[in-house]
């Protein structure tokens, strides 16, 4: 699914952002990557997309090398990854359901199978009675909710969540944390960064990776 090798990554104005990664992760893992801000969290689920590359070592995602030269088929790999950004990117004055429907417009779904398939990823997400709703009268936390169902409707191998629980109360951010647990499916691969150690301390399963300044300072099972 993912391996880093010895993967080090920097900006171009020289910010040494990732030092000697090294990471293996199999389908139907359940990965929490904590830090505190600008520990890398970022940096490496943006390596994950292939959105930038590393500057040294060997990482592979899906079974696609991430480097240059290869972008067309980076851009293959990312239609099998459901990304959940920090800013939702949510289009204002569309319903939920039609947010949805846009998050998946190219993977040639047919029109009734479309929405259909939506609709079924907001039942999953506990939006049922929020289909038909603008997203501009949703509340942060059902905004959010959104943008997990546009991921899941992909159907993807891989789920990347950047700070999902950014501005959400306690309540909230947990049953945020519990939903993607849910999302984990055999062959479905689930990474979701936090800086909130907190509401990840008593994790029952999957694996929590602690990264501080770039460097993976722990690994434990939970």
Known sequence: MIEA???????????????????????????????????????????????????????????????????????????????????????????????????????????????????NALVKVGLEKKMFSLVEHLSWGECQRVAIARAVIRQPKLILADEPTGNLDKDNALNIIELFASLKE???TVIVTTHATHLIENIKEGKLIRIENGIICEERLG
């Not at 030092?19 to 390596?47: A, E, F, V």
């Open 186 to 188: 055999r062959d479905t």
């Open 5 to 119: 090798k010895e993967v080090y990554f920097s900006y171009s104005d020289g910010t040494v952002a990732l030092k000697n990664i090294d990471m293996k992760i199999g389908p139907g893992d359940m990965i929490y990557i904590t830090g505190p801000s600008g520990s890398g969290k970022t940096s490496l689920l943006k390596l994950f997309m292939g959105i930038e590359y590393p500057t040294k070592g060997i990482l592979n995602v899906l079974g696609q090398p991430i480097v240059r030269g290869q972008a067309s088929k980076i851009r293959q790999m990312r239609r099998m990854i459901g990304p959940v950004f920090q800013d939702f990117r949510l289009v204002m004055g569309r319903t939920a359901i039609e947010n949805v429907m846009l998050g998946a417009r190219f993977l040639n779904f047919a029109p009734k199978k479309l929405k259909e398939n939506a609709a």
